[in-house]
């Protein structure tokens, strides 16, 4: 098990962190693990997706047991709705509850900012990447949900752009991390997905991102992949901080849809303003 991820599992809600926002005491944010919840069979325990197919009370009290280990208002809780877009919402007061207390009122978002405080901004995740932002000079934070597709269409950089073109942001503020999710020695894909990867990378950074396993298999660096993307759009290196924990390899704490065959809940990542 990743060495970090050991040194929290003792809690009672163990939240991943990261240092370059934990640094700043009116940034909220984490990732979750399976554990802490009341879901139960393969759901279990701290299932935070209502579309798996879990009991809906129980997903709702596992974001009640969240928000109280977090010390938010779960009203204002705000879900993605996630698929495989570079769509990125700006979130206001008026979206408060979105997915979680009320009705989803919109669709096709995989990426969400805000600059107002109180709204906790949840994506959600089985392999695919988290991507975490925020700049604590112009107060804004967002998430978004990066996926192979999600990376191929650049949604770390859009999310960029657009602190920078909505919210006046500075791209050397910006602090982001990359959270758990598949790493290279377990992802593999086949090549067309490389090839959709070389419409963005020139063949230097494909043999970076990539390793060829023959009869067009090859293994797939995301989270290095997701790298270049933020610096390229003038996120500075040490600003992009990686745990490097890989949901596969830790899928006995952490749902991993590859691992499960696709019989498993969803963790969330999250983020907001104090």
């Not at 959600?124 to 000079?137: M, Q, R």
């Not at 269409?153 to 503020?173: L, S």
Request: with cysteine; glycine share 8%.
């Amino acid at each position: 098990m990743n060495e970090y991820l050991k040194n929290i599992m003792n809690s009672d809600i163990p939240i991943i962190k990261y240092d370059l926002f934990s640094k700043y005491d009116f940034i909220n944010h984490g990732f979750t693990t399976k554990k802490g919840g009341v879901s139960k069979g393969y759901y279990s325990s701290l299932n935070l997706s209502f579309t798996r197919g879990d009991e809906k009370e129980d997903v709702l009290k596992n974001y009640h047991l969240l928000a109280e280990k977090i010390g938010e208002d779960i009203e204002k809780f705000v879900s993605s709705n996630q698929t495989h877009t570079n769509n990125i919402r700006i979130i206001t007061g008026e979206d408060a509850g979105n997915g979680i207390v009320k009705e989803q009122s919109f669709i096709d978002v995989d990426g969400m900012l805000t600059n107002e405080k109180g709204i906790v901004l949840f994506t959600y995740y089985a392999d695919c990447v988290p991507l975490f932002f925020a700049d604590p000079v112009k107060r804004v934070v967002g998430m978004s949900h990066s996926g192979w597709r999600g990376t191929v269409k650049k949604i770390g950089a859009k999310t960029v752009d657009m602190m920078v073109e909505k919210f006046g942001c500075d791209r050397n503020d910006i602090i982001t991390a990359i959270g758990p999710s598949i790493c290279k020695d377990c992802y593999e894909v086949s090549l067309d997905v490389i090839d959709e990867f070389r419409k963005i990378f020139d063949e230097d950074r494909i043999k970076e991102i990539s390793v060829d396993k023959g009869n067009g298999h090859f293994m797939l660096d995301l989270w290095k992949a997701n790298e270049y993307i933020l610096m390229d759009a003038g996120i500075l290196k040490e600003h992009i901080e990686n745990r490097r924990i890989c949901t596969f390899e830790n899928s006995d704490v952490l749902f991993s849809h590859r691992a499960t065959n696709g019989k498993r809940g969803n963790l969330a990542g999250f983020i907001s303003l104090r």
